[in-house]
């Protein structure tokens, strides 16, 4: 039976992250997961946060250069609605950012995680399904496909909705469903998009146009299912006259590239999110629609999180460490998750004070410069806000010492 520090199941974005995450702090990490991967055309937002904590991976240097910065973020309000909400951009100079993130294509990110976990000599990859996880007072003994058993001291749960993991901990979910698809495709356009995201809210849900490098964008757009099946099968240049006239040809002309995708939209948190020797991170944890920009960044926050626990040699060898890292997450996963379903059902909902309320907000954050710059630090960092106030008032002492 092989034996390692810790052993992450999943490797998916949120696993091959917690891989080099952990790997540096010196631990034996193995990650196991089948070899096939299908191949993903969707791309993944980052806030600054998530990409400061990617240049202490070493990975950004990789990554930079399929990246498109976030410069400017509107909100325009597409809906044909008594009630209106007047546009509301949010510009990354107001906080003192040259970007609020970067738009990345999860292949080439992929891609740059396999290459840097290949070269980790403390990282080894197991090629195969886990299909049991026993806990005992020493550790997580963890049955592969192939009969193998694979013991680990920690074992972190990156496998996606249907955890294995969290399934054999015994730790329940919360799911929920909505009435709508997502539609998610790349495109060309003819102007330039000048490192601007534009998010239409619309009756069905957002329509949310994403800046990838040169005169390319992502689009998620949110729709009733059968809407979203029926443009997911046209023809590419019937889908791009589709898209245009959505982004009332903001970009010119539309050219929508092969590989357009429609899913449900759904929600899941788990009860909990770490129990004895197990923990969860990404989809095995929370799930909810791409609205937002919060997925892979909430996700990251699972893994910075878990890499704090584990610099105390006390923390790395407890039996409980499931619990010290539930109490860790709880906070921020459940509240970015209430805010994108509160966000998204205000959206559906023709009850006229629902639509008020909406409406009545985004026109403060239009008109009220300190409370936008609070909306968009909260956005980027759980926190962000009040760690900017801190900073600012230290400085000031600073300067007044001086």
């Known amino acids: 039976m092989r034996q390692f520090d810790i052993a992450i199941v999943g490797a998916g974005l949120a696993g091959n992250l917690a891989a080099l995450a952990l790997a540096d702090s010196g631990s ?4 196991i997961a089948p070899p096939a991967r299908k191949p993903d055309g969707r791309t993944t937002a980052l806030m600054d946060q998530s990409i400061a904590f990617l240049r202490t991976l070493g990975l950004w240097e990789d990554i930079a250069p399929h990246a498109a910065a976030l410069e400017t973020m509107q909100i325009l309000d597409g809906t044909t609605r008594l009630l209106r909400a007047p546009p509301v951009a949010f510009r990354a100079g107001e906080v003192g950012l040259p970007a609020f993130g970067y738009n990345i294509p999860n292949a080439p990110f992929l891609a740059a995680l396999d290459r840097r976990i290949s070269e980790n000599a403390g990282i080894l990859r197991i090629e195969n399904g886990v299909k049991a996880a026993n806990t005992f007072e020493t550790g997580v003994e963890l049955v592969l496909d192939d009969g193998e058993r694979v013991m680990a001291g920690l074992v972190v749960g990156a496998d996606g909705r249907q955890s294995l993991i969290r399934q054999s901990a015994g730790i329940g979910v919360r799911a929920w469903s909505y009435p709508q698809s997502a539609l998610v495709l790349n495109f060309a356009h003819d102007r330039p998009h000048g490192h601007v995201s534009t998010e239409f809210h619309t009756e069905s849900g957002p329509f949310t146009q994403v800046p990838l490098p040169g005169d390319r964008s992502s689009l998620v757009w949110v729709l009733p299912p059968k809407e979203a099946a029926r443009l997911a099968a046209l023809p590419v240049a019937e889908l791009s006259i589709a898209v245009e ?21 759904s929600g899941m948190t788990a009860d909990r ?23 892979l960044n909430l996700s990251l926050r699972d893994i910075m999180a878990l890499k704090d626990l584990l610099k105390t040699s006390a923390a790395a060898s407890d039996a409980a460490i499931g619990a010290h890292f539930d109490r860790k997450r709880q906070a921020d996963v459940r509240s970015r998750t209430l805010s994108v379903d509160l966000l998204n059902r205000s959206l559906l909902s023709d009850f006229l004070p629902v639509q008020f309320l909406r409406s009545a907000g985004l026109h403060l ?16 960092e759980p926190l962000g806000s009040l760690k900017a106030f801190r900073d600012s008032l230290r400085e000031r002492v600073g300067r007044k010492q001086a």
């Not at 034996?28 to 990650?31: D, I, K, M, Q, T």
């Not at 969860?280 to 629609?289: Q, R, V």
């Not at 954050?365 to 980027?380: A, D, K, N, Y």
């Open 28 to 31: 034996s990490v193995a990650l």
């Open 245 to 265: 006239q959505r982004m009332q040809s903001m970009l010119g002309k539309v050219s929508v590239e092969a590989g357009a995708q429609s899913f449900p939209l």
């Open 273 to 295: 999110f770490g129990k004895d020797r197990v923990v969860l991170i990404g989809e095995a944890a929370h799930a909810f629609p791409p609205i937002g920009a919060q997925g």
């Open 365 to 380: 954050l239009s008109t009220i410069g300190p409370l936008r710059s609070v909306v968009m630090r909260e956005g980027i």
